[in-house]
């Protein structure tokens, strides 16, 4: 995907490059409200959050609480609270022409091509900002399976990520923390209940919260299953990823 990107944006005219993903679906004020935003804020690198719509499925939904919620994702995709540092990606950013030219556009990488292009961006001092304004309508996902495939490969791009920049958030072990705890919670048991306690109340407040942001009770309860493939998912692809690059040197 960055190597197709870099071919448009060298074909490209203007002083800013957009770029959205492909399972995105932009609403009709999006480019004026991007236009906006840059004649009022001086900036070399913006992204924004992405939602869902009323039409999509009920699992799009949930898929879409879990990627977006600060319960799940600490709000790091697109969020004014977050746990850390904002990074724009690809579903929603844009870029100053200069700038990408500078970077020499996206890395020849699969996984997490977008996140390595952003904290380059950041390394070398760029502006970046978080237009909350600017939101595009991200279509994710339609099944469980398809959902724990790509959150998998997160979790593995995340490993690639901390092999080159060793200096990595903190915040991209949670997942893999939260699988181990919960595998050693399971063991255990009954001697760790309050283990389990903790992560049924975490499961209860997404229902809650996932519920009352979408109003359907049926969504809130898929907002569980897809949080745990989340978590889950990411988490695999994380720690065999990690033992295939750090273990085994691969």
Same mark, same amino acid.
């Given at each position: 995907?960055? @190597?197709a %990107?870099?071919y448009?944006v060298?074909? !490209?005219n203007g002083?800013?490059?957009? *770029?959205v993903?492909?399972?995105?679906?932009?609403?009709? @004020?999006?480019?004026e409200?991007?236009?906006?935003?840059l004649n009022?804020?001086d900036v070399?690198?913006?992204g924004g959050p992405d939602?869902?719509?009323d +039409?999509?499925t009920p699992?799009q939904k949930?898929?879409?609480?879990s990627?977006?919620?600060f319960?799940?994702?600490?709000g790091?995709r697109g !969020?004014?609270? +977050?746990i850390?540092k904002y990074? /724009?990606?690809?579903?929603n950013?844009g870029?100053?022409r200069?700038?990408?030219?500078?970077?020499?556009?996206?890395? /020849?990488?699969?996984?997490?091509?977008?996140?390595?292009? $952003?904290i380059?961006?950041?390394?070398?001092?760029?502006?970046?900002a978080?237009f909350e304004?600017?939101?595009v309508?991200h279509?994710r996902?339609? +099944?469980?399976k398809?959902?724990y495939? @790509?959150v998998?490969?997160f979790g593995?791009?995340?490993i690639?990520?901390?092999k080159a920049y060793?200096e990595?958030?903190i915040?991209y072990?949670? /997942?893999?923390l939260?699988l181990?705890?919960l595998i050693c919670?399971?063991?255990?048991? /009954?001697?760790l209940?309050?283990g389990?306690?903790l *992560?049924?109340s975490y499961f !209860?407040?997404?229902?809650i919260? $996932?519920?009352?942001?979408n109003?359907?009770?049926?969504?809130?309860?898929l907002s569980v299953i897809t949080s745990?493939i989340q978590?889950?998912?990411?988490?695999?692809g994380f720690? !065999?990823?990690f033992?295939? %690059?750090?273990?085994?040197?691969?």
């Amino acid at each position: 995907a960055g @190597q197709a %990107r870099n071919y448009g944006v060298e074909r !490209s005219n203007g002083e800013f490059v957009v *770029i959205v993903d492909s399972d995105c679906i932009l609403p009709s @004020q999006y480019i004026e409200t991007i236009a906006r935003e840059l004649n009022e804020h001086d900036v070399d690198v913006f992204g924004g959050p992405d939602k869902a719509l009323d +039409t999509f499925t009920p699992i799009q939904k949930a898929i879409n609480y879990s990627m977006t919620s600060f319960l799940t994702t600490g709000g790091i995709r697109g !969020s004014k609270k +977050t746990i850390g540092k904002y990074y /724009p990606r690809s579903f929603n950013m844009g870029i100053r022409r200069t700038v990408f030219d500078a970077l020499h556009g996206f890395a /020849p990488i699969r996984l997490a091509e977008d996140t390595d292009f $952003s904290i380059r961006v950041y390394k070398e001092g760029y502006k970046v900002a978080f237009f909350e304004s600017v939101y595009v309508y991200h279509k994710r996902r339609s +099944t469980f399976k398809t959902f724990y495939k @790509q959150v998998h490969n997160f979790g593995t791009g995340r490993i690639n990520l901390i092999k080159a920049y060793p200096e990595i958030k903190i915040e991209y072990f949670f /997942p893999a923390l939260f699988l181990l705890f919960l595998i050693c919670s399971v063991l255990a048991a /009954p001697w760790l209940i309050w283990g389990m306690l903790l *992560i049924l109340s975490y499961f !209860s407040l997404i229902f809650i919260t $996932s519920t009352i942001k979408n109003k359907n009770i049926k969504v809130g309860g898929l907002s569980v299953i897809t949080s745990f493939i989340q978590h889950t998912g990411y988490a695999i692809g994380f720690i !065999s990823n990690f033992w295939k %690059r750090f273990i085994l040197n691969k």
